[in-house]
């Protein structure tokens, strides 16, 4: 138990420790077919993975090529053109593997959030304590705050013990979605480039047509730049709706929501020097993460995944986000 009525919440201590054109067409040497001539891009990306390079290295890895074999099974399967099995893919993965993962991160952080009255109890207590201690035996105030802050480490840690919530579980989504997004990137600018096995080069004349709307080649890039820009402009809308909910941000919150507004934006160049497949992939999944933020605010979803009751919970979280937009972008002066 961590209350212990008239106990002492300290331990003994011993020592205290201190946009392109279509690509110009060139005539084979042999029976006069006309091809397209690679696009710069796929020069560059040939250029830059050179044998033993790092990148070439994660191209031959073998999530890679696990990624690739779900995606040709999923288009053999379908039989649906590439733009459709890409989508398709991407709803999948968000849906078996995403969502659960995201759905548990706010159960974490649910039980974290109601644990905090508790640890300022503790917080408030432990300090009279240490006060009265660094009284008795005259510690400095440096001794003093080394001793509150080792045994506020201890409790609190004690605490996520207890209710098994340690914060770093909430991160397990980063960790798995991070690395599944690259594999994927990695594995269709394989299929676009025709850098992988015997099979690549008949995918990427599929992909080559196997588009639709305005970027019908999958393997060129988006000339007019709305992929890109869509994708930038999705990516500040999930973090605006983070930084909505969040009210009195720290100083670090404050600084990491500044640093993910500018990687958004930098995605819009980067965007545009990739293949549409890739583009389209990074659209599709950040449109499910949005689709996935806001589902997580839905009260009845949130008691569907068992996720605990808060403070901060609110009966009409979609109303009370239009007003907090409406106010910070639209009302203000």
């Not at 110009?24 to 690679?38: D, E, F, Y």
């Not at 005259?138 to 996520?160: D, H, P």
């Not at 992929?227 to 009210?247: C, D, R, T, Y």
């Not at 993460?289 to 806001?294: A, D, E, F, T």
Request: proline share 6%; glycine share 4%.
């Amino acid at each position: 138990m961590l209350s212990r009525p008239g106990g002492r919440w300290l331990r003994p201590l011993s020592v205290l420790p201190l946009g392109a054109r279509d690509p110009p067409l060139v005539r084979a040497s042999a029976g006069g077919v006309q091809r397209s001539a690679p696009p710069v891009w796929a020069a560059a990306a040939s250029v830059s993975a050179v044998p033993g390079s790092w990148y070439e290295a994660l191209a031959a890895s073998a999530p890679v090529q696990g990624t690739e074999q779900v995606l040709l099974g999923v288009h053999s399967a379908t039989g649906l053109p590439w733009w459709a099995c890409i989508a398709l893919t991407t709803a999948a993965l968000r849906g078996a593997v995403t969502l659960p993962l995201a759905a548990y991160q706010h159960y974490i952080l649910a039980k974290v959030e109601n644990l905090q009255p508790e640890i300022k109890s503790i917080a408030r207590h432990l300090n009279q304590e240490v006060a009265v201690r660094a009284n008795q035996l005259r510690w400095s105030k440096r001794v003093a705050r080394l001793t509150y802050l080792k045994n506020m480490r201890r409790l609190v840690s004690e605490l996520y013990v207890r209710d098994n919530c340690h914060p770093f579980k909430a991160t397990v989504l980063v960790w798995i979605q991070f690395p599944m997004w690259i594999f994927m990137s990695v594995a269709l600018r394989n299929f676009s480039t025709g850098a992988t096995h015997s099979e690549g080069f008949s995918v990427q004349e599929q992909l080559a047509a196997d588009g639709i709307l305005w970027f019908p080649d999958l393997t060129a890039l988006d000339s007019t730049w709305i992929l890109p820009i869509s994708v930038g402009i999705i990516n500040l809308l999930i973090v605006e709706i983070f930084a909505l909910q969040k009210i009195g941000m720290s100083r670090f919150q404050t600084y990491v929501t500044y640093f993910v507004r500018a990687v958004s934006l930098l995605m819009i160049p980067v965007a545009a020097t990739v293949p549409s497949s890739i583009v389209l992939y990074w659209l599709c999944s950040s449109l499910l993460g949005l689709s996935q933020n806001l589902l997580l605010r839905s009260p009845r979803f949130r008691r569907l995944c068992r996720i605990p009751l808060t403070k901060s919970d609110s009966d009409t979280p979609y109303k009370d986000l239009l007003a907090a937009f409406y106010t910070k972008f639209i009302s203000r002066k």
